[in-house]
Nanobody, 129 residues
């Protein structure tokens, strides 16, 4: 699986931005797709995840109600709609794909970077105050 993220940029606090991640490769329907972010000098943090085939989602508490993760199966593209952006949302954002090795693993368990097998390059989001 190959992933290519795009859509980052500079936005004022309170504004919106939509990130995209073009995915290619076999068996995408057997993956969960996630977004993570990493601010300078900090750890990579979970943002959101979606099951590619069912559309089930799970969010970090810090973005719940402001960000929406979605996918377009026909375009093989993952999205992250970010609204009500805050300066603390400033970070490099990464998309990632995790092979589903167990049908019973809850989607919430995919909030760890170690659960993912493939990563795209980061796209920088800067929110000015």
């Amino acid at each position: 699986v190959q992933l290519q993220a795009s859509g980052g940029g500079l936005v004022q606090a309170g504004g919106s931005l939509r990130l995209s991640c073009a995915a290619s490769g076999p068996f995408l329907s057997s993956h969960n797709m996630g977004w993570f972010r990493q601010a300078p000098g900090k750890d990579r943090d979970f943002v959101a995840v979606v099951n590619w085939s069912r559309g089930t989602t799970y969010y970090a508490d810090s973005v719940k109600g402001r960000f929406t993760i979605s996918r377009d199966n026909t375009k093989n593209t993952l999205y992250l709609q970010m609204n009500s952006l805050k300066p603390e949302d400033t970070a490099f954002y990464y998309c990632a794909a995790a092979r589903l090795r167990s049908v019973i693993a809850p989607i919430a368990s995919f909030n760890r970077a170690s659960a993912y097998d493939y990563w795209g390059q980061g796209t920088l989001v800067t929110v000015s105050s």
